[in-house]
């Protein structure tokens, strides 16, 4: 089974940066892709951004240019690098990862317990 854990959440002005964390624990598995989702205040879960195999990324159009995604392998970690920041960007954003476990084809996904972002002045 796999574990996530977020960090570098927090409390922000518009304009300015925070770089999240989350490190993925456990044993047996192989991670095929991690990414970030968000919750914004009484909307549901939305994509933030997503590192697939490969080099391949995926981002929600609103965060373009602004949000970097980004894995180290070797540490089974995933970074959201989040500049530019709007208020519009304040939510609770959750790490995402899918695993295959060792010696099976059988995927799952998990999810890490949140960190909240909050960007006003």
């Known amino acids: 089974q796999v574990q996530l854990v977020e960090s570098g959440g927090g409390l922000v002005q518009p304009g300015g940066s925070l770089r999240l964390s989350c490190a993925a624990s456990?044993?047996?598995?192989?991670?095929?892709?991690m990414g970030w989702f968000r919750q914004p205040p009484g909307k549901e879960r939305e994509l933030v951004a997503v590192s697939g195999r490969g080099s391949s990324t995926n981002y929600r159009d609103s965060v373009k240019g602004r949000f970097t995604i980004s894995r180290d392998t070797d540490k089974n970690t995933v970074y959201l690098q989040m500049n530019s920041l709007k208020p519009e960007d304040t939510a609770v954003y959750y790490c995402n990862a899918n695993a295959v476990r060792t010696g099976t084809s059988l995927l799952n996904t998990y999810w890490g317990q949140g960190t909240q972002v909050t960007v006003s002045s």
């Open positions: 456990g044993s047996g598995f192989s991670i095929s892709a």
